[in-house]
């Protein structure tokens, strides 16, 4: 049987390392080039994605691209006092497994870990989708597939093709998020700093492997911009508006902005799909449920979700009238969880007012003068991620697993 995914990132990889192990014949579509090296912001993974990584053989390499980022310095907007905490107090109350990792690391240990046995297209995209599973390319000839999967995110080119335009099914969630690639001397070993205040959030961190620093912006609007994604002069001038005047650091840091080697800019929305499966096809990660960029354990959620779609297919036998609604009913309440997280992590992260800012910073400190088990206790009760994450389970599906040869070819 012949399975299609459209994009080379974190679910399609992960996706594709398992439908191989169930024994599924596999081809991967990549728009870019090669391995997207775009200068990506850390990504956590909790308890089940690390789980997920361990049964594939690939947590060790994960571990040792920690950033190792163990303190927090938060500066509050104003007169306020920088507050410190060590960040394995929050990380640990989070989840009972938890690492912090850079996203384009992490893609490549999962494509590493599925290159030789499944094929690459590089540089090519989908342009066309028949029902039948008949697809066509912009540069490779046409192919048929049994079925389609789409795992290219949250501007989705299979979601536009199957289900419409993005804009049917986004929620803006008021906010907007920028990446920045810095030179590593502006970074700190082991430290994120952050400067909050109303309405906007930046903070810079540093990666222990890298020689390179990254900058996180996330400020508030009461509408989403209009920008078009490739226009990359504009999305750098709304940044620069936004936080002008904001802190001689911050400023210092968009001084860059001109010189980064990479940089990333969108708005922080949430996809809401009844349902994102259709006929062959079917979306997984932020192309079928992004509960918000950088506030909504999308890593995570992306993870599990490719495990239990190539799961199911596997109980299915393939027949994805059966296993498209049983993965659907198995994500369902994960996806409304990170929504939840995502709703109320952005209003965390990026305070709507003066008593927003001082209720973070006055936390901050609470956690930092606790002791660890007192810290953790607290924060199990205060944070939603917490309870969200450490209770997603999903099915052994592995248990089944052998490395059996592909069905067809």
Request: net charge positive; proline share 6%.
């Given at each position: 049987m012949r399975i299609l995914i459209s994009g080379a990132s974190i679910a399609g990889p992960v996706l594709a390392y398992w439908l191989t192990r169930h024994g599924f014949s596999v081809t991967v579509v990549e728009r870019a080039p090669s391995l997207r090296?775009?200068?990506?912001?850390?990504?956590?993974?909790?308890?089940?994605?690390?789980?997920?990584?361990?049964?594939?053989?690939?947590?060790?390499?994960?571990?040792?691209?920690?950033?190792?980022?163990?303190?927090?310095?938060?500066c509050p907007e104003g007169a306020g006092r920088p507050v410190r905490v060590d960040l394995s107090k929050i990380f640990d109350a989070a989840s009972d497994r938890h690492v912090e990792v850079m996203r384009d690391d992490l893609s490549e240990i999962y494509y590493d870990a599925t290159r030789d046995d499944v094929e690459y297209l590089f540089g090519d995209s989908i342009t066309d989708i028949s029902p039948d599973g008949d697809v066509r390319f912009e540069v490779s000839p046409p192919r048929h597939f049994d079925l389609v999967i789409g795992a290219d995110g949250l501007h989705s080119n299979v979601r536009r093709l199957v289900f419409g335009e993005e804009s049917d099914f986004t929620n803006y969630i008021g906010a907007h998020l920028a990446v920045l690639t810095l030179p590593g001397t502006f970074g700190r070993d082991g430290e994120l700093l952050i400067h909050v205040g109303v309405g906007r959030t930046a903070g810079m961190y540093w990666a222990r492997h890298l020689d390179e620093a990254r900058a996180l912006f996330l400020f508030r609007s009461d509408h989403?911009?209009?920008?078009?994604h490739r226009d990359i002069p504009h999305q750098k001038s709304l940044l620069r508006t936004a936080f002008a005047d904001f802190h001689p650091e911050v400023a210092h840091w968009l001084t860059e902005l001109d010189h980064t080697p990479s940089f990333y800019f969108d708005s922080i929305t949430q996809l809401r799909m009844t349902t994102w499966s259709k006929g062959r096809v079917t979306l997984v990660?932020?192309?079928?449920?992004?509960?918000?960029?950088?506030?909504?354990?999308?890593?995570?959620?992306?993870?599990v979700g490719a495990y239990v779609l190539a799961g199911e297919l596997s109980r299915a036998d393939g027949n994805h009238e059966v296993a498209f609604p049983a993965y659907e009913r198995a994500m369902a309440n994960h996806i409304q969880g990170s929504r939840e997280v995502a709703?109320?992590?952005?209003?965390?992260?990026?305070?709507?007012?003066?008593?927003?800012?001082?209720?973070l910073v006055q936390a901050t400190r609470l956690i930092s003068a606790l002791p660890a088990a007192p810290s953790r206790a607290f924060?199990?009760?205060?944070?939603?991620?917490?309870?969200v994450f450490n209770a997603m389970t999903v099915d052994d599906y592995a248990q089944s697993t052998t490395p059996a040869s592909p069905r067809s070819r």
């Open positions: 090296k775009t200068g990506g912001h850390a990504v956590d993974l909790f308890r089940p994605a690390m789980d997920i990584s361990e049964k594939m053989g690939v947590l060790p390499r994960v571990e040792e691209r920690a950033t190792g980022t163990s303190r927090m310095t938060l989403e911009l209009d920008y078009d990660g932020d192309a079928g449920y992004c509960p918000g960029p950088a506030v909504g354990g999308s890593t995570t959620l992306a993870i709703l109320s992590a952005a209003k965390t992260l990026v305070p709507t007012s003066r008593l927003g800012v001082s209720a924060l199990r009760l205060t944070t939603k991620s917490a309870r």
